[in-house]
């Protein structure tokens, strides 16, 4: 009798039930050269939302949007497409250090990827994420023992 009253479990996600943003860790870390750094900044800024354009970089990310925003304060329909973390002035002063991007589900679904993300941002400095030199990694320190 108390197998008749049971109801029937949820049939289980499918991956296209399931709507994420997509986190990849750049390993070892892509570091963009000196000039080319330079030429990808000037770029992110003539190309920021606060300028018509697709890119707003601040100290931490660069984040890449679908469409232009309606106005500085306002993204209007404009819907995030990914972001890149980086990081100013490592290894050396001028250079950047790319770590980690993420695109969102929406982007996802139009086709891009991390690496699409990243080569868009590189290309403004005439780098892909292939071609971009990468971090020196080094063996991690052998564990404390008295």
């Known amino acids: 009798m108390y197998s008749q009253m049971q109801t029937p479990l949820p ?12 986190t990849e860790i750049i390993r070892p870390a892509a570091i ?16 920021d939302t606060n300028n018509g ?8 990310r ?3 949007y679908d469409m232009p925003w309606r106005s500085p ?12 973390q980086i990081a100013y002035g490592t290894p050396t ?21 991390v690496v699409t993300l990243c080569d868009a941002a590189l290309s403004l400095g005439n780098l892909t994420l292939d071609s971009c030199p990468r971090a020196q990694m080094h063996q991690p320190p052998k564990p404390f023992s008295f």
């Open 11 to 22: 049939a289980p996600f499918t991956p296209s039930d399931v709507d994420t943003d997509i």
């Open 32 to 47: 963009v050269p000196e000039e080319a750094a330079r030429s990808i900044l000037v770029e992110l800024a003539l190309r």
């Open 53 to 60: 354009g697709l890119w707003s970089a601040d100290p931490a």
């Open 62 to 64: 660069w984040a890449r």
């Open 73 to 84: 304060d306002d993204p209007g329909g404009a819907r995030l497409i990914g972001t890149i």
């Open 93 to 113: 002063r001028y250079e950047i250090t790319i770590y980690c991007a993420t695109i969102t589900a929406h982007a996802s679904r139009l086709g891009w990827t």
